[in-house]
T-cell receptor, first 110, second 111 residues
Framework: GEDVEQSLFLSVREGDSSVINCTYT??????LYWYKQEPGAGLQLLTY?????DMKQDQRLTVLLNKKDKHLSLRIADTQTGDSAIYFC??????????FGAGTRLFVKA | NAGVTQTPKFRILKIGQSMTLQCTQD?????MYWYRQDPGMGLKLIYY???????DKGEVPNGYNVSRSTTEDFPLRLELAAPSQTSVYFC??????????FGPGTRLLVL
C-alpha cells in the first residue's frame, strides 16, 4: 500500500547543514511536500515540489527528488535553533489523498 | 486573517460521551479536511469537504461525523467517545488541492 517513511530523529549543531530524508512508495504521486510543526502548533507548509522536477531551492531550503528511487530530501543550510521542530514529508496521490510520514524531529544544538 | 482556528485546544472526555470539535477558516477556501495525529505517526485523513453541503470519508472515518453547512465551518462530531479516539485532531483548508493550511490542533483524551 501507500507509505511514506522518515527517520525519527536528527541532531545537528547550529550553523551546520541538516538533511532530512524521506522515501515513498506511490509512483503516481503528483506533489511532494515538506511541512514543519513547532510545539503546540499545526503543520506549516515549508515547500513543495512537483513530481516532474528534480530540485527546488528556496532561500536556505533545498529539496531534491529522485523519482527512480522514490526518495525525497530536505536540506536546511546554516541551521538555526529556530529550525528545531518536527518535519513531515508528505505525498499527494490521486484525488484528495495526502499521505504523511511520521515526522523527523530535528534538534539543533547551540 | 485568522487563518484556520480550532476550538477547544484541549478536552478530556469520558468513554461514551459526545463532543463537537469546531473548525473555522476565514480564507474562503472551498476544501476543508479533518486529520488525526497519533503519537509517532503521520496524519490520517478522517473526513474532507469540497464545498458547502458536500462531505466525504477519508481513511479513518469510523466513529466520526461531519457537516458543512457554510464555507467557513467544518465541525467534527464524536458521538460515543472511545479510548482509541485519544489523539490530536487537526483541521485544514485549501483553495486548491495542493496547499493545505492547518489549524493549531485539538488535543483529545478519552478516559
Amino acid at each position: 500500500g501507500e507509505d511514506v517513511e522518515q527517520s525519527l530523529f536528527l541532531s545537528v549543531r547550529e550553523g551546520d547543514s541538516s538533511v532530512i530524508n524521506c522515501t515513498y512508495t506511490d509512483s503516481s504521486s503528483t506533489y511532494l511536500y515538506w511541512y514543519k510543526q513547532e510545539p503546540g502548533a499545526g503543520l506549516q507548509l515549508l515547500t513543495y515540489i512537483f513530481s516532474n522536477m528534480d530540485m527546488k531551492q528556496d532561500q536556505r531550503l533545498t529539496v531534491l527528488l529522485n523519482k527512480k528511487d522514490k526518495h525525497l530530501s530536505l536540506r536546511i543550510a546554516d541551521t538555526q535553533t529556530g529550525d528545531s521542530a518536527i518535519y513531515f514529508c508528505a505525498e499527494k496521490t490521486g484525488g484528495f489523498k495526502t499521505i504523511f510520514g511520521a515526522g523527523t524531529r530535528l534538534f539543533v544544538k547551540a | 486573517n485568522a487563518g484556520v482556528t480550532q476550538t477547544p485546544k484541549f478536552r478530556i472526555l469520558k468513554i461514551g460521551q459526545s463532543m463537537t470539535l469546531q473548525c473555522t477558516q476565514d480564507m474562503n477556501h472551498n476544501y476543508m479536511y479533518w486529520y488525526r495525529q497519533d503519537p509517532g505517526m503521520g496524519l490520517k485523513l478522517i473526513y474532507y469537504s469540497v464545498g458547502a453541503g458536500i462531505t466525504d470519508k477519508g481513511e479513518v472515518p469510523n466513529g466520526y461525523n461531519v457537516s458543512r453547512s457554510t464555507t467557513e465551518d467544518f465541525p467534527l462530531r464524536l458521538e460515543l467517545a472511545a479510548p482509541s479516539q485519544t489523539s490530536v485532531y487537526f483541521c485544514a483548508s485549501s483553495w486548491s488541492q495542493e496547499t493545505q493550511y492547518f489549524g493549531p490542533g485539538t488535543r483529545l483524551l478519552v478516559l
